[in-house]
């Protein structure tokens, strides 16, 4: 009787501690986290239809790049970096002009670093070898927030989206694209992937186009604090004069 | 589209049996097919960046590819 009332008490402790550690760490004491996220292309079984034999063995490739390729947010209470993992190495080097597409649909290339007390929102690039700093507007505000719930890694989280418009020089036209994340209120910061911020929560899923979603695949939370790099070395530009030099390459490349 | 199957195809044989005159390529016309194939599988492109990198990827490619 003894033993059996031992055993129901330790469980009892147990699963109590269990559930205190697990509400500290979700509402008030994380301080810091370091998220890793996957590339998931959806419908990605739709390219052995593609008639095209020579385009579906490169797109395959294109593919196999993708989703080997693993991103890292870290962030703590007031800033946070978001950049790719070293990719394992495929030496082939006719998968090159593959690699070269994953890696810029993707955006493998770039650093994400964001300031909230400074309202400070980097991309940090390489353009023709040289190194840029652009300083990002903050288009994060026009979120709107629907019911609409799911878990991730055991995290509720609540889709948000928001339409935004690019002109495309090279289409000539002005395109549409839905963002769509989903964030947890139960990670309380304003961070997520790439270019993805601004919401009261971390976004742990978000898409990069309406067929490849970066996604989280693991998280840790720490009530202890890191600290996040903020020494980036290149030229600062505005979004503006960015959009401005990347037309003129092109223009220069086209002549 | 044809202009892709045909182009592709082409460029297997220039990697598995080395030289072929391949002057006459559109690789612009090449280039623009291929992002078309990209966008169906893998969704459309938003940033005007990424789209202008790809698209110059494949050019460069489709260009040293054809001699």
Redesign the interface.
Known sequence: MTTRLLMFVTLFLFQHVAIVAQTNISQNKIVSGNIEYSVI?D??E??EN??????KA??KK??VYMEATTFTLLFNDFSSIFKSNPQAMMSDS?NE?SK??AN??I?VDNIYYSNILKNEYLKIIEIEGEPYIVTLDNHNKDWIITQEKKMILGYECVKAYKT?T??????NEI?E?VKQVWFAPNIPFPYGPAELNGLPGVILEG??????FLKASNINLSDSKIEVENTFIGKKISEEKY?TL?LN??KN?RK | MKNIIIIATTFICTSAFGSINLHTVDCEMYAYDMLDVIETHFGAIEDCATYEFTFSFIHDFCMSASG
Do not use: C, P, Q, W
Not at chain 1, 166 to 171: A, D, R, T
Not at chain 1, 207 to 212: C, E, L, Q, R
């Open positions: 292309i419908g990605i739709t390219l593609e008639k095209d034999h020579a385009a490169m797109l294109v593919a006719d002009i070269k597409i810029a649909f955006k935004i690019e002109y495309n020089s090279i289409k395109r694209f898409n990069i186009t309406d067929k490849v959009k990347m390459i092109k490349n």
